[in-house]
């Protein structure tokens, strides 16, 4: 049966961290709270942890590996039946959306330490990094904006953050990935 398989790929999913060596492993270097006067959270300051990895090709993969256990707990949430447990996987989700944030200044800031540094200040836009990185964070953002049963407050930071790469990037991709109005679940 679907549902069983999806549950044991969920349960791999959630132990597959565990076999990485440590150097493969995201590192926190900052944590950011919360500022609720803001309406919106501005591109690289969502609340949370801010993460760096080894190069670009790691965090592209663990982001990779994120989206699709996202997308695998879309497919938990919208199976029949499974309203006990879906509040588990929302809720997962949730925390797997956040580790994505996490990577958003490592992928979009020319120089992280900078971004950082200024973060702990005030919140000054983003100095636009490599094109590449953009690119690499382009479908998990997607991925979670096309999610419905995600909090709106997410999906809007992943359509502001897919507008930022198209603007700030010259990513034209991004710019439409943004404006996609439908949900995929």
């Not at 760096?52 to 949430?77: E, H, K, Q, S």
């Not at 490592?106 to 990094?129: M, S």
């Not at 909090?151 to 990935?177: F, H, T």
């Amino acid at each position: 049966m679907i549902e069983n398989e999806c549950v044991k790929l969920e349960r791999d999913f959630a132990r597959w961290h565990e076999d990485r060596a440590s150097e493969f492993r995201p590192t926190t270097i900052l944590s950011l709270s919360h500022d609720p006067p803001e309406r919106r959270i501005t591109v690289g300051y969502w609340p949370g942890s801010i993460d760096t990895y080894f190069d670009p090709y790691v965090a592209g993969v663990w982001n990779i590996f994120r989206t699709a256990r996202i997308l695998l707990l879309a497919l938990l949430v919208a199976m029949p039946g499974r309203t006990n447990k879906s509040a588990r996987y929302i809720e997962t989700a949730n925390h797997i959306v956040g580790d994505i944030f996490a990577s958003i200044p490592y992928h979009l800031a020319e120089n992280l330490p900078v971004f950082v540094e200024r973060a702990t200040r005030h919140k000054e836009a983003i100095d636009p990094g490599r094109t590449l990185c953009g690119l690499l964070l382009m479908h998990p953002l997607y991925a979670i904006l096309r999610c419905s049963f995600l909090p709106d407050e997410s999906r809007e930071y992943a359509r502001d953050c897919l507008r930022w790469i198209s603007d700030e990037m010259g990513i034209g991709q991004a710019g439409l990935m943004a404006n996609v109005s439908q949900y995929l679940i």
